[in-house]
C-alpha cells in the first residue's frame, strides 16, 4: 500500500502562484507516473497534469497549460505542482495519485492510478 500526503495548499488571490507538493512512502517511488487531478465544489474531478517516472514526457490539461509545472524530486519521493497565474477557476481540492507501472507514462485517465492522496484545498480569490 502506497500512501500519498500533499501539502502547499492555501488561499491565494488571483494571479498569484502556489506550489503542492506530494511525498510518497513508496521506495520504488523513482519507477512510477504520477499525476495531479482536482475537483471543484459541485463538479467532477479533472485531470490537472502528469509526469513519467523519468519527468521527461510532462501532460498537461489544456486548462492549465502554460501556467502549472508538474516536476519530481525522485530523492525526495516528492511530486509538486507549480501553480503560476492563478484564476478563480483553479479553486478545488487537488489530489496526487501514482501508478504502480515501472517506468510507464502519466495518464489523463483517473481510472489508470492505483493510489490516491487525501487532497489539499486551494482557493482563489481577492
Known amino acids: 500500500q502506497v500512501q500519498l500526503v500533499e501539502s502547499g495548499g492555501g488561499l491565494v488571490q488571483p494571479e498569484g502562484s502556489l506550489r503542492l507538493s506530494c511525498v510518497a512512502s513508496?521506495?520504488?517511488?523513482?519507477?512510477?507516473?504520477l499525476g495531479w487531478f482536482r475537483r471543484a465544489e459541485g463538479k467532477e474531478r479533472e485531470f490537472v497534469a502528469a509526469i513519467n517516472w523519468s519527468g521527461s514526457r510532462p501532460l498537461y490539461a489544456d486548462s492549465v497549460s502554460g501556467r502549472f509545472t508538474i516536476s519530481r524530486d525522485n530523492p525526495k519521493n516528492t511530486v509538486y505542482l507549480q501553480m503560476d497565474s492563478l484564476k478563480t477557476e483553479d479553486s478545488a481540492i487537488y489530489f496526487c495519485?501514482?501508478?504502480?507501472?515501472?517506468?510507464?507514462?502519466?495518464?489523463?485517465?483517473?481510472?489508470?492510478?492505483?493510489?490516491w492522496g487525501q487532497g489539499t484545498q486551494v482557493t482563489v480569490s481577492s
Open positions: 513508496t521506495r520504488a517511488f523513482s519507477k512510477f507516473p
Open positions: 495519485a501514482l501508478i504502480e507501472l515501472s517506468y510507464g507514462l502519466g495518464s489523463r485517465n483517473s481510472n489508470e492510478y492505483d493510489f
